[in-house]
Structures are given as structure tokens and as C-alpha cells.
């Protein structure tokens, strides 16, 4: 059964620095791994997709790394800013079903 | 705008009512799901649907029913809860869950927020 670790459970920065957000999960025969972002009282956005062919995916500051042998994933974070503050969760999706199994998310509150 | 739309954003019921929640996608997706949000656990997926047939039911209870008439429209019949039950309620749709657009991230409305008396 595929089980998703996210560490820390909450983080606090101030702002301007970079931060690195974990995940890790215990199958590694995933399809692709996805970062998610959860505002308070909002569903979810998605941040970056990777599929398992592929190590990394950039978007403006953000930058997802992907180990599938080890089982891990990474969320860089660069210049963070007090709206990044939200919970960011990561989930991986199995082959041969649409399910995404997420982990419980870590908690950003990036100071002023 | 999310382009996922759900309706009630909150909703208190007693443990008898018959409810139900809405979920309209602007999208152009043929594939919606159910997930639920508990508070301290993992979002859990319930159900997914795919040009409105279900292809996945995640041993979700049978106090909880789905419809999709529609791939623009997915319905969470509710009836007898208990109050476990509580959480929030997300509904999502992706292109297609087939072929190439299977790699397509998931798109997300801003959930229901149920309460169980």
C-alpha cells in the first residue's frame, strides 16, 4: 500500500529565503507525482507535475526534483514571500488507477 | 475563477436529512472525482468518473451516492451520515483519464464544508 510522508509538518521563514519542502513515498512504481497548494478555506492548485520519466519541473520560483528510485520528491522554493504562505501537498499517482494518494501536507507561514 | 464551481460551500445536516452537494466544471474535462479532506488525515479519494461512467469507487459507504449526468456535472447524493462524516468535501476534474491526457494535473474547487450534527 502506497503511503506519502510529507517533513516538515509545519515550516516558518522569514521572508526572502529559500526554503525546500520533502515528500517521500514508500512504492516507487508511480505514474507521476504532483506538488499541490492549499489556501485556507480553498481546494487545491496545482503547482507542478512530474511524470516518472522525468527528474524535474520548474515554474518561476518554484522547482520539483524527483528521485523515483529513492522514493523521494523535493519542492524548492526561492525568495520565498508572505504569499506563499499556504499548505503545500504532495501526491502520487499510481499506474493503473486514477487515484492519487496524498501525503498530509506541510504547513508554510513565511513571515514579513 | 477556478473553473471547478462547488455548491453549497458550507452545509449542517442532521444524521437523517437526504442532502446534496453540486460540482459544475467550466473545463471542457470529460473526468471529475469526489475527494474527501479530513481534519489530521490525508486527502482520501471517493469516486471517479470518466465521460460519465464511474471507473473508480474507493470502498466508499453507501450512504454516500454519486451521479454524473453529464461530464460537465458531478453530484454527491448524501443520506444517513454519521458524524465521521464531517469534513470538506473537493471536487476535481483532469482532460481525460486515458492515453496522453492520462499526465494532466488535476483542477480543484473550493470544496464543501460539511458538518454532521
Known amino acids: 500500500k502506497q503511503e506519502v510522508t510529507q517533513i516538515p509538518a509545519a515550516l516558518s521563514v522569514p521572508e526572502g529565503e529559500n526554503l525546500v519542502l520533502n515528500c517521500s513515498f514508500t512504492?516507487?512504481?508511480?505514474?507521476?507525482l504532483q506538488w499541490f497548494r492549499q489556501d485556507p478555506g480553498k481546494g487545491l492548485t496545482s503547482l507542478l507535475l512530474i511524470q516518472s520519466s522525468q527528474r524535474e519541473q520548474t515554474s518561476g520560483r518554484l522547482n520539483a526534483s524527483l528521485d523515483k528510485s529513492s522514493g523521494r520528491s523535493t519542492l524548492y522554493i526561492a525568495a520565498s514571500q508572505p504569499g506563499d504562505s499556504a499548505t503545500y501537498l504532495c501526491a502520487v499517482k499510481q499506474g493503473g488507477s486514477e487515484k492519487l494518494v496524498f501525503g498530509k501536507g506541510t504547513k508554510l507561514t513565511v513571515n514579513p | 475563477e477556478t473553473g471547478v464551481t462547488q455548491t453549497p460551500r458550507h452545509l449542517v445536516m442532521g444524521m437523517t436529512n437526504k442532502k446534496s452537494l453540486k460540482c459544475e466544471q467550466h473545463l471542457g474535462h470529460n473526468a471529475m472525482y469526489w475527494y474527501k479532506q479530513s481534519a489530521k488525515k490525508p486527502l482520501e479519494l471517493m469516486f471517479v468518473?470518466?465521460?460519465?461512467?464511474?471507473?473508480e469507487n474507493n470502498s466508499v459507504p453507501s450512504r454516500f451516492s454519486p451521479e454524473c449526468p453529464n461530464s460537465s456535472h458531478l453530484f454527491l447524493h448524501l443520506h444517513t451520515l454519521q458524524p465521521e462524516d464531517s469534513a470538506l468535501y473537493l471536487c476535481?476534474?483532469?482532460?481525460?483519464?486515458?492515453?496522453?491526457?492520462?499526465?494532466?494535473?488535476?483542477?480543484f474547487g473550493d470544496g464543501t464544508r460539511l458538518s454532521i450534527l
Open positions: 468518473y470518466n465521460f460519465k461512467e464511474q471507473t
Open positions: 476535481a476534474s483532469s482532460q481525460d483519464i486515458q492515453g496522453r491526457y492520462s499526465n494532466q494535473p488535476q483542477h
Open positions: 512504492d516507487s512504481a508511480i505514474y507521476n
